[in-house]
């Protein structure tokens, strides 16, 4: 109930910022990529995390949303909703196929074959005319703005509730039956099925469940930026950020990923602007380095330590 | 006497090795049954076949009054088989509570404060009641088999399996899982036990079976076992 309560004030404020005037657009511009991390955070957490399963093929996901999104537009002029919706759906489908081929490999093995994955896909739309293949596309945005003044602002606020929807689902699975067992898959495989643990199946749905989050995330890129090309969609730098923001924040609970995503993802957005470009990427990994090494169960970790010593 | 595990003449190999050829056994309701042999006869892959852990092996199971060849361990777990873990398998990061609930939660398909009772019950009967709120990976030897078994009758089982849950421990410690085990089939659980500990195996089993070489090469009450020209031969060589 307090969740329901919290999310629901934190996107009532959300959204009364993107309404109001007087904030610079660019606020909005930065925002919908933290916000799109803690989606990918969330959603990378929830097989990666959970189940300890390490997906690498974080660009495949959401260059299926994003160009799922592309498709539907260009062919039936189709809303930002049932873009994002039919994104989703295909890159859930996505993770159930993926899942199928691969979940019966075990730790690097299947990390390899997420990674496979996003190469094959590329080589696809690299080759795909009707979606622009390696030159990209230009894409016009439609004029519908619902009650917002921009775009920007419009998409800002759709993230948003895409975010609280994808932390809401990383929390219930958490709690329920599917997150019991697939913390038992991660801590022994082979104990969980002679506990009963339907261990294929969960993990079956975690992939699922994860693949349509990322593609929902990557299904508003398009618009976004009113263009799309394969290189930058297919970046294998999503799959590092996406993996070390949870773990960060720290994998055991649903929150760690939106620490880990709100903290990283803005400054991030800060080195871009005042720093370079460049930087942004150094900072997740040098972060990423020295949380493996002296805090592995992230920041979530050093919290209860440190409630622990204060006791 | 009714039979409640049936194993017809299973065959697993591992490429070209023959890990069990034609094995058939079979296990009476409530029964105790030791399972020996030296390392390397096969015992823990036949258990791995009877638990489901491998599914890809000839011949069929039966196991109360069905055919659960097919079967994957899960099903089968469900059916009313559990087992312990030769090396302790622990889920590592839950409690000892947390960790008994999983099979609470498959098997029964309830983890609320009912079950939280039961498991405590089981805990208690196992003397690791003290530990349920402790993270399992703090736990000893003794008490991380002790745990396996609890967590294996957290699943309510009809047909116990030890994999050596006495391995590497004390005198002492070996006669409380002793213990442990002959109160659970009291209870009406039929056990299978390997183990390497003699006396253990000798003072549990109404019946033991010897494994050499993926071949059961005779089975007979303990004391006939342990005079069996075949089992000296198999232990000692030559």
């Known amino acids: 109930m307090k969740f329901a309560t919290y999310s629901s004030l934190l996107l009532l404020g959300l959204l009364g910022l993107s309404v109001m005037g007087g904030v610079n657009e660019y606020v909005f511009f930065a925002g919908f990529v933290v916000l799109q991390f803690v989606v990918l955070a969330t959603a990378w957490n929830i097989l990666g995390g959970y189940a300890g399963y390490v997906n690498f093929g974080v660009p495949a996901f959401i260059a299926v949303g994003a160009y799922t999104a592309v498709v539907l537009f260009k062919s039936i002029s189709a809303p930002l909703l049932v873009q994002i919706l039919g994104g989703g759906v295909l890159a859930g489908a996505l993770g159930l196929g993926v899942g199928l081929l691969t979940l019966k490999l075990r730790g690097i093995f299947f990390s390899i074959a997420t990674v496979a994955v996003v190469f094959i896909l590329e080589t696809i739309v690299n080759n795909w005319r009707y979606v622009g293949g390696a030159t990209g596309l230009q894409l016009t945005r439609p004029a519908d703005l619902w009650f917002f003044d921009s775009y920007v602002r419009m998409l800002f606020f759709v993230m948003a509730v895409l975010a609280v929807m994808s932390v809401a689902i990383a929390r219930y699975v958490q709690d329920s039956f599917l997150g019991r067992g697939l913390r038992a898959v991660r801590d022994s495989e082979e104990a969980a099925e002679c506990s009963g643990v339907p261990t294929l199946k969960i993990k079956l749905i975690a992939c699922t469940v994860s693949g349509a989050l990322m593609g929902i995330a990557g299904a508003p890129m398009p618009m976004y930026l009113s263009y799309i090309e394969p290189s930058s969609t297919f970046n294998l730098s999503y799959s590092i950020y996406a993996l070390g923001m949870p773990i960060i924040g720290g994998t055991s609970h649903w929150i760690g990923p939106v620490i880990g995503a709100v903290l990283l993802a803005t400054l991030q957005q800060i080195v871009t602007v005042t720093v370079s470009n460049e930087l942004n990427v150094l900072i997740v990994g040098v972060l990423l380095v020295l949380f493996v090494v002296i805090a592995p169960e992230g920041i979530l970790g050093l919290i209860k330590k440190w409630k622990q010593s204060s006791k | ?238």
């Open chain 2, 1 to 238: 006497m009714e039979t409640i595990l049936e194993v017809n003449n299973v065959i697993k190999q591992f490429g070209g090795f023959t890990a069990l050829s034609e094995v058939s056994l079979h296990v009476n309701k409530g029964e105790r049954l030791g399972l020996i042999g030296p390392n390397g006869s096969g015992k823990t892959t036949l258990i791995n076949c009877i638990s489901g852990a491998f599914t890809n092996y000839q011949g069929s199971i039966r196991f109360d009054g069905g055919d659960i060849s097919l079967l994957k361990a899960h099903e089968r777990t469900k059916r009313g088989i559990a087992r312990s873990f030769q090396i302790p398998r622990p889920f590592s990061s839950m409690t000892v509570m947390e960790n008994l609930l999983v099979p609470f939660a498959f098997v029964g398909g309830k983890d609320g404060p009912e079950q939280q009772k039961e498991a405590m019950a089981i805990l208690q009967g196992m003397g690791l009641a003290d530990k349920a709120f402790v993270q399992s990976n703090q736990l000893s030897q003794v008490e991380l088999r002790k745990m396996e078994l609890a967590r294996a009758m957290a699943a309510k089982p009809k047909l116990l399996i030890s994999d050596e849950a006495m391995a590497g421990l004390a005198g002492t410690e070996v006669d409380e899982v002793l213990d442990i085990l002959f109160d659970l089939n009291k209870r009406g659980i039929t056990i299978i036990m390997i183990e390497h500990i003699m006396q253990a195996v000798m003072k549990f089993s109404q019946r033991v079976v010897c494994l050499d070489a993926g071949k059961i090469i005779c089975e007979g009450t303990p004391e006939t076992i342990v005079k069996n020209p075949e089992v000296q031969r198999a232990y000692l060589g030559d």
